[in-house]
């Protein structure tokens, strides 16, 4: 029988340590290989997506620096529609190679610019909490602070400053109702990436507005929209644990959703890192019955065999 997945990539999946192009394919390429065992058996539809952190705030600083009247800097939307175009570039030529590595060329990859659909009256838009683009070191921020005086920094998971923005919550991929035909024809796709461009209802259509959304958030709605059996998110930590980096620390296994959703309420998982990731998942379960992993790329193989990861189950 064949089953769907919604796969969720973490930072590590495309940038490493070096920003450019070249670099980003190249890791891209590596997780394409990794993420093969998920369908080299032909039992799983896949959809993938990706986060743009790094990527939308890098692109936003490069618009400041040609910013004319004759070549105006684009605003955020646009940006996170080029980061999709993008990365989206990249993840199709990545998979298209590594399945003809594996002997699966009868597939087409196809990347989709997709809309995420969020409330203009989410708390959210008030609150920026969304790290994008480069770390900055405390010995830098008077500097950036002067140079962007209308930017908010925020220390994010003790590895530096970064610039946020706001993040409002998903409620809807505009394009996943149409993603069936496509993924039934054999076809991966990467969708929602970035969390999709934010766009809010105006009359009897949409338009963009300026924030950028958590992907792990948008891939539980991915997941739910398209009737995924799995959700996949692969983090470059890797599974979850109580107490993490304590000494008691807890590696949480299977774990039945219930038990997770007691966890988030008492804030156990951090903020701007496996926080995020946890409530997504929950709430994946939650709503659909199905099955949420969390776990690292590296772990695909072993979550193939046996199901090894942080499991969240109905
Ligand atoms: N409770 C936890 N269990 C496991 N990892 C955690 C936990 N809290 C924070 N982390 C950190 O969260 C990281 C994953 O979040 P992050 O790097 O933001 O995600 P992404 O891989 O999507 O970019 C892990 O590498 C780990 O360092
Ligand atoms: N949009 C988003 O969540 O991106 P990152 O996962 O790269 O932060």
Known sequence: MVSRIVVALGGNAILTKD????????????????????????????????????????????????????????????????????????????????????????Y?????????????????????????????????????????????LMEDAGRGYRRVVPSPRPLEIIEAKAFGPILESGSLLIASGGGGILVIKDGNGYKGVEAVIDKDFSAAKLAEMVGA??????????????????????????????????????????????GPKVEAAVSFVERTGKVATITSLDNVENFVKSGSGTRIVP
């Open 19 to 106: 920003p450019s192009a070249a670099a980003q394919k190249k890791a891209l390429e590596v997780t394409a290989e990794q993420l093969m065992p998920l369908i080299k058996d032909n039992d799983r539809q896949m959809v993938v997506t990706h986060g743009n952190g790094p990527q939308v705030g890098n692109l936003l600083l490069q618009q400041l620096g040609s910013d004319s009247e004759k070549n105006p800097a684009m605003p955020l939307d646009t940006v996170g529609a080029m980061t999709q175009g993008e990365i989206g570039f990249w993840t199709v030529q990545a998979f298209t190679r590594a399945m003809a590595n594996n002997g699966l060329e009868r």
């Open 108 to 152: 087409p990859v196809i990347s989709a610019v997709t809309q995420t659909l969020v409330d203009e009256n989410d708390p959210a838009f008030k609150n920026a909490s969304k790290p994008i683009g480069p770390f900055y070191t405390e010995e830098q921020l008077p500097e950036i602070k002067n140079q962007f005086p209308d930017w908010e």
């Open 229 to 274: 059996d799995e959700l996949l998110i692969l983090t470059s930590g890797g599974d979850v644990y109580l107490n993490y980096g304590k000494e008691d620390q807890v590696h949480l296994e299977t774990v039945k959703v219930s038990e997770m959703r007691k966890y988030v309420d008492e804030e156990r998982f951090a903020k701007g890192s496996m």
